[in-house]
Protein backbone atom coordinates (compact mmCIF):
# COMPACT_ATOMS: atom_id res chain seq x y z
CA UNK A 1 0.00 0.00 0.00
CA UNK A 2 3.30 2.48 0.56
CA UNK A 3 3.21 2.36 -3.14
CA UNK A 4 -0.33 3.36 -3.81
CA UNK A 5 -0.14 6.28 -1.33
CA UNK A 6 2.80 7.40 -3.04
CA UNK A 7 1.22 7.63 -6.04
CA UNK A 8 -2.20 9.08 -4.44
CA UNK A 9 -0.25 11.72 -2.85
CA UNK A 10 1.16 13.00 -5.95
CA UNK A 11 -2.43 12.65 -7.21
CA UNK A 12 -0.65 13.92 -10.08
CA UNK A 13 2.77 13.68 -11.56
CA UNK A 14 1.79 15.81 -14.32
CA UNK A 15 4.05 19.31 -13.93
CA UNK A 16 1.59 21.98 -15.05
CA UNK A 17 2.89 25.52 -15.45
CA UNK A 18 1.99 28.53 -14.25
CA UNK A 19 0.77 30.46 -17.47
CA UNK A 20 0.97 33.32 -15.35
CA UNK A 21 5.10 33.29 -15.63
CA UNK A 22 6.53 33.83 -18.76
CA UNK A 23 9.81 32.33 -17.35
CA UNK A 24 10.13 28.60 -17.69
CA UNK A 25 12.35 27.36 -14.42
CA UNK A 26 15.21 25.18 -14.66
CA UNK A 27 13.56 22.73 -12.23
CA UNK A 28 10.58 20.64 -11.12
CA UNK A 29 9.70 20.00 -7.69
CA UNK A 30 6.58 18.44 -6.71
CA UNK A 31 6.61 17.84 -2.77
CA UNK A 32 3.66 16.72 -0.57
CA UNK A 33 3.77 16.15 2.82
CA UNK A 34 1.28 13.42 4.05
CA UNK A 35 0.48 12.68 7.21
CA UNK A 36 -0.54 9.08 7.12
CA UNK A 37 2.27 7.72 5.76
CA UNK A 38 5.70 6.93 7.58
CA UNK A 39 7.62 7.75 4.73
CA UNK A 40 7.27 11.41 3.04
CA UNK A 41 8.98 11.52 -1.17
CA UNK A 42 9.94 14.56 -3.14
CA UNK A 43 9.79 14.21 -6.90
CA UNK A 44 12.76 16.31 -8.42
CA UNK A 45 13.94 17.10 -11.77
CA UNK A 46 15.09 19.20 -14.37
CA UNK A 47 12.92 20.84 -16.61
CA UNK A 48 13.45 19.64 -19.99
CA UNK A 49 13.11 21.04 -23.87
CA UNK A 50 10.87 18.93 -26.15
CA UNK A 51 13.97 17.42 -27.86
CA UNK A 52 15.54 16.00 -24.26
CA UNK A 53 15.08 12.72 -23.23
CA UNK A 54 13.57 12.35 -19.57
CA UNK A 55 14.97 11.00 -17.25
CA UNK A 56 12.08 10.87 -14.27
CA UNK A 57 14.50 12.23 -11.65
CA UNK A 58 17.63 13.58 -10.97
CA UNK A 59 19.88 13.25 -8.80
CA UNK A 60 22.53 15.27 -7.14
CA UNK A 61 20.16 17.73 -4.59
CA UNK A 62 20.11 18.21 -1.26
CA UNK A 63 16.82 18.23 -0.25
CA UNK A 64 15.30 19.44 3.62
CA UNK A 65 11.80 19.90 5.22
CA UNK A 66 12.59 21.56 8.50
CA UNK A 67 10.49 23.58 11.04
CA UNK A 68 11.73 25.18 14.55
CA UNK A 69 11.60 21.43 15.90
CA UNK A 70 12.75 18.97 13.50
CA UNK A 71 15.40 18.90 10.27
CA UNK A 72 14.87 15.95 7.54
CA UNK A 73 17.23 15.76 4.50
CA UNK A 74 16.37 13.70 1.64
CA UNK A 75 17.66 10.30 0.38
CA UNK A 76 18.10 9.39 -3.13
CA UNK A 77 16.87 7.50 -4.89
CA UNK A 78 13.81 5.66 -4.38
CA UNK A 79 12.54 3.60 -7.55
CA UNK A 80 9.03 3.58 -7.94
CA UNK A 81 6.93 2.79 -11.03
CA UNK A 82 10.39 3.92 -12.83
CA UNK A 83 10.47 6.89 -11.52
CA UNK A 84 13.24 8.00 -8.98
CA UNK A 85 12.13 9.67 -5.74
CA UNK A 86 14.02 11.85 -3.00
CA UNK A 87 12.42 10.16 0.27
CA UNK A 88 12.69 10.75 4.16
CA UNK A 89 11.30 8.20 6.95
CA UNK A 90 9.05 10.46 8.85
CA UNK A 91 5.03 11.06 9.27
CA UNK A 92 4.10 15.19 9.69
CA UNK A 93 1.66 15.44 12.45
CA UNK A 94 -1.51 17.54 11.35
CA UNK A 95 -1.38 21.37 12.10
CA UNK A 96 2.33 21.68 11.78
CA UNK A 97 3.76 23.91 9.30
CA UNK A 98 6.82 22.96 7.39
CA UNK A 99 9.98 24.49 5.48
CA UNK A 100 11.46 23.73 2.34
CA UNK A 101 14.69 23.69 0.89
CA UNK A 102 16.15 22.49 -2.23
CA UNK A 103 19.72 22.94 -3.60
CA UNK A 104 19.99 21.83 -7.25
CA UNK A 105 23.17 20.34 -8.84
CA UNK A 106 23.84 23.81 -9.95
CA UNK A 107 23.89 25.48 -6.82
CA UNK A 108 20.48 27.46 -6.72
CA UNK A 109 18.59 27.41 -3.76
CA UNK A 110 14.59 26.79 -3.74
CA UNK A 111 12.66 27.88 -0.87
CA UNK A 112 8.69 26.74 -0.10
CA UNK A 113 6.71 26.64 3.05
CA UNK A 114 3.48 24.83 3.48
CA UNK A 115 1.21 23.22 6.38
CA UNK A 116 -0.25 20.02 7.20
CA UNK A 117 -3.83 20.50 7.56
CA UNK A 118 -5.94 19.45 10.93
CA UNK A 119 -6.49 15.98 11.97
CA UNK A 120 -9.52 14.60 10.87
CA UNK A 121 -11.19 11.05 11.31
CA UNK A 122 -13.75 8.63 9.18
CA UNK A 123 -16.68 7.74 10.83
CA UNK A 124 -18.83 5.28 8.37
CA UNK A 125 -18.01 2.83 7.00
CA UNK A 126 -16.28 1.09 9.91
CA UNK A 127 -13.19 -1.01 8.57
CA UNK A 128 -14.26 -4.53 7.57
CA UNK A 129 -18.17 -3.22 7.14
CA UNK A 130 -20.04 -5.21 4.67
CA UNK A 131 -21.16 -3.20 2.01
CA UNK A 132 -24.08 -4.22 -1.00
CA UNK A 133 -23.77 -2.03 -3.39
CA UNK A 134 -25.75 -0.10 -4.59
CA UNK A 135 -26.37 1.50 -0.80
CA UNK A 136 -27.90 4.76 0.53
CA UNK A 137 -24.56 4.74 2.97
CA UNK A 138 -23.05 7.69 2.70
CA UNK A 139 -18.98 7.73 3.66
CA UNK A 140 -18.95 10.24 6.53
CA UNK A 141 -15.74 11.84 7.97
CA UNK A 142 -15.13 14.60 10.65
CA UNK A 143 -13.96 17.94 9.61
CA UNK A 144 -10.17 19.04 9.07
CA UNK A 145 -9.32 21.81 10.27
CA UNK A 146 -7.45 24.76 7.86
CA UNK A 147 -8.40 21.94 4.87
CA UNK A 148 -9.33 23.58 1.87
CA UNK A 149 -10.75 20.31 0.02
CA UNK A 150 -11.09 16.69 0.14
CA UNK A 151 -10.16 13.95 -2.29
CA UNK A 152 -11.72 10.74 -2.28
CA UNK A 153 -10.25 7.48 -3.74
CA UNK A 154 -11.10 3.79 -3.79
CA UNK A 155 -8.50 0.50 -4.61
CA UNK A 156 -9.65 -2.77 -5.26
CA UNK A 157 -7.33 -5.76 -3.97
CA UNK A 158 -6.06 -8.35 -5.96
CA UNK A 159 -3.89 -11.38 -4.89
CA UNK A 160 -0.72 -9.92 -6.62
CA UNK A 161 -1.56 -5.92 -6.68
CA UNK A 162 -4.06 -3.51 -5.59
CA UNK A 163 -6.23 -1.57 -8.74
CA UNK A 164 -6.33 1.78 -8.34
CA UNK A 165 -9.51 3.91 -9.24
CA UNK A 166 -8.71 7.79 -9.20
CA UNK A 167 -11.63 9.27 -8.91
CA UNK A 168 -11.97 13.26 -9.79
CA UNK A 169 -14.02 13.84 -6.85
CA UNK A 170 -13.39 16.68 -5.00
CA UNK A 171 -15.59 18.18 -2.21
CA UNK A 172 -15.66 20.94 0.64
CA UNK A 173 -18.19 18.58 2.58
CA UNK A 174 -17.67 15.29 4.83
CA UNK A 175 -19.55 13.31 3.24
CA UNK A 176 -20.10 11.20 0.04
CA UNK A 177 -22.75 9.27 -1.48
CA UNK A 178 -19.69 6.58 -3.60
CA UNK A 179 -21.64 3.69 -2.63
CA UNK A 180 -24.47 4.42 -4.74
CA UNK A 181 -22.71 4.09 -8.11
CA UNK A 182 -21.90 0.32 -9.13
CA UNK A 183 -19.15 2.18 -11.30
CA UNK A 184 -16.98 2.47 -8.22
CA UNK A 185 -17.06 -0.82 -7.23
CA UNK A 186 -17.56 -3.04 -10.53
CA UNK A 187 -16.29 -6.56 -8.51
CA UNK A 188 -17.14 -7.51 -5.19
CA UNK A 189 -14.28 -8.01 -2.63
CA UNK A 190 -12.22 -6.19 -0.41
CA UNK A 191 -11.63 -2.44 -1.02
CA UNK A 192 -10.03 0.61 0.37
CA UNK A 193 -11.30 4.11 0.81
CA UNK A 194 -9.28 6.54 1.26
CA UNK A 195 -10.12 10.81 1.94
CA UNK A 196 -7.35 13.04 1.65
CA UNK A 197 -7.53 15.99 3.56
CA UNK A 198 -5.87 18.90 1.45
CA UNK A 199 -4.57 22.49 2.19
CA UNK A 200 -4.87 25.24 -0.43
CA UNK A 201 -1.29 24.90 -2.19
CA UNK A 202 -2.08 21.82 -3.48
CA UNK A 203 -5.51 22.34 -4.54
CA UNK A 204 -4.41 25.54 -6.67
CA UNK A 205 -1.56 23.79 -7.88
CA UNK A 206 -4.26 20.75 -9.17
CA UNK A 207 -6.43 22.83 -10.56
CA UNK A 208 -5.30 25.73 -12.41
CA UNK A 209 -1.43 24.37 -12.35
CA UNK A 210 -0.26 27.54 -9.98
CA UNK A 211 2.70 26.38 -7.91
CA UNK A 212 4.20 27.98 -4.27
CA UNK A 213 8.22 27.18 -5.19
CA UNK A 214 10.24 30.19 -5.51
CA UNK A 215 11.84 29.99 -9.05
CA UNK A 216 10.73 26.25 -9.31
CA UNK A 217 7.99 24.59 -11.27
CA UNK A 218 5.32 22.71 -8.67
CA UNK A 219 3.90 22.55 -5.49
CA UNK A 220 4.91 22.60 -1.60
CA UNK A 221 1.72 21.01 -0.61
CA UNK A 222 0.14 19.30 2.70
CA UNK A 223 -2.45 16.18 2.95
CA UNK A 224 -3.85 14.56 6.09
CA UNK A 225 -4.68 11.14 5.17
CA UNK A 226 -7.15 8.15 6.26
CA UNK A 227 -8.17 5.06 5.20
CA UNK A 228 -11.52 2.62 6.19
CA UNK A 229 -11.44 -1.15 4.21
CA UNK A 230 -14.56 -2.48 3.61
CA UNK A 231 -15.73 -5.59 1.68
CA UNK A 232 -18.20 -4.75 -1.46
CA UNK A 233 -21.33 -7.16 -2.30
Same mark, same amino acid.
Given at each position: ?29 ? +? ?33 ? &? ?31 ? &? ?46 ? +? &? ?19 ? &? ?26 ? +? ?36
Amino acid at each position: MKKIFLLLLLLISCLKLDNSNPIVPNYNII +ANLVSGNDTQYIFFDKTYKPYEEHRYGLEGAKIFV &YNNNVNYEFNYPKLIDTINYYYSPFNPSPNDSF &YLKVITPTNETLFSKTYIPGSFEIIQPTDNETIIIPSNKLIIWTRSSN +A &YIYKINVYKHLRDSTRRFEIP &YLSSDTFSDLFKYPYFFPDSGLWTITVM +AINEPLYYYLNIGKGNIDNAVGVFGGVVLRKVRVYVK
